[in-house]
C-alpha cells in the first residue's frame, strides 16, 4: 500500500518495527509469492494504513484509508471484500510475525541517485517512488555511488552503541518504481533510465548489526 512516512523508527533485526508485517494473500495462488502487491494491482499505493497503536512488540496499523476517502479495520471483511473486487484476487489478510521481503530488511537510496534518474528519464522524480526504508541526503556523492557501500558498515549517530546496518547487496529493481505513489500511474521512463544508468541497479540492501532508534536529520556515517 501507500508509504508511511516516518519521523522516527526502531531498527530491529527484522527491519523497521513494523514494516511489512501484513499482506493480502491471493487465495489459490500455488506460486511461491502468493501475495497481492502493486505489480498485480496498482491502485493498492492509493490505499493509506494508518492509526498506529503499540502493541507488544511493535506498532502495527489498526485502518485503512481508502482511495474513496472510507476509514476500514485492517482487518475487517469490507476492507478484503473491496481489495478483492477492485483487484479482481480473491484474498485474504495475513500477519507475518517478521515481516516478508524481497531481498534484505533494510534498503537504502541517496537523494542524488534518484535527482539524476530523474533528469535521465526527463521529469522530477517523486522520492517515494523508490520505496526505500531509508533516504540519505548525500550532496557530494556521484549517482549510484551507493554500489561501492557493499561490504560497509553504516552507522547512525554519534552515540556509543549506535544502531547500524551492514550493506548486503545493490537492489535489482521492478516496474515498482514506474508507479506514481499518489495514483498507481505507470511511467516506463523511470525503469528505462536506470537500466540505462545502472545495469536497473538503484540503491542497496542491509542487514541490521545493532539495533535502535533512527530519526530524521541524524547523520548516518559509512565504515
Same mark, same amino acid.
Given at each position: 500500500m501507500a508509504g508511511t512516512p516516518l519521523p522516527s523508527a526502531h531498527l530491529g533485526l527484522h527491519g523497521i518495527a513494523g514494516d511489512r508485517r501484513f499482506a493480502f494473500r491471493r487465495v489459490g495462488d500455488p506460486s511461491g509469492f502468493p501475495f497481492l502487491t502493486a505489480g498485480k494491482f496498482p491502485a493498492?499505493?492509493?490505499?493509506?494504513?494508518?492509526?498506529?497503536?503499540?502493541s507488544a512488540a511493535e506498532p502495527l496499523p489498526t485502518h485503512v484509508r481508502t482511495p474513496s476517502g472510507a476509514e476500514l479495520a485492517l482487518r475487517s471483511d469490507? %476492507?478484503?471484500? =473491496?481489495?478483492?473486487?477492485?483487484? @479482481?484476487? #480473491?484474498?485474504?489478510?495475513?500477519?507475518?510475525?517478521?515481516?516478508i521481503f524481497d531481498d534484505g530488511v533494510v534498503s537504502l537510496i541517496?537523494?542524488?541517485?534518484?535527482?539524476?534518474?530523474?533528469?535521465?528519464?526527463?521529469?522530477?522524480?517523486?522520492?517515494?517512488?523508490?520505496?526505500?526504508?531509508?533516504? %540519505?541526503?548525500? =550532496?557530494?556523492?556521484?549517482?549510484? @555511488?551507493? #554500489?561501492?557501500?557493499?561490504g560497509a558498515t553504516i552507522?547512525?549517530?554519534?552515540?556509543a552503541g549506535a544502531p547500524a546496518i551492514g550493506i548486503?547487496?545493490?537492489?535489482?529493481?521492478?516496474?515498482?518504481?514506474?508507479?506514481?505513489?499518489?495514483?498507481?500511474?505507470?511511467?516506463?521512463?523511470?525503469?528505462?533510465?536506470?537500466?540505462r544508468m545502472n545495469g536497473n541497479y538503484a540503491g542497496v540492501y542491509a542487514t541490521v548489526l545493532r539495533a535502535g532508534a533512527i530519526s530524521v536529520g541524524q547523520t548516518a556515517y559509512l565504515a
Open positions: 493498492l499505493l492509493t490505499y493509506q494504513p494508518f492509526g498506529n497503536v503499540e469490507e %476492507l478484503r471484500d =473491496e481489495i478483492a473486487q477492485r483487484s @479482481g484476487h #480473491d484474498v485474504e489478510l495475513m500477519m507475518l510475525r517478521h515481516g541517496g537523494t542524488t541517485t534518484i535527482a539524476a534518474i530523474g533528469r535521465e528519464a526527463g521529469l522530477e522524480l517523486d522520492r517515494r517512488c523508490m520505496r526505500a526504508n531509508v533516504l %540519505l541526503e548525500t =550532496e557530494g556523492l556521484g549517482a549510484f @555511488g551507493e #554500489d561501492d557501500w557493499v552507522v547512525f549517530g554519534d552515540d548486503t547487496m545493490r537492489d535489482e529493481r521492478c516496474a515498482m518504481m514506474n508507479m506514481d505513489p499518489d495514483s498507481g500511474q505507470q511511467d516506463p521512463r523511470v525503469m528505462k533510465a536506470v537500466v
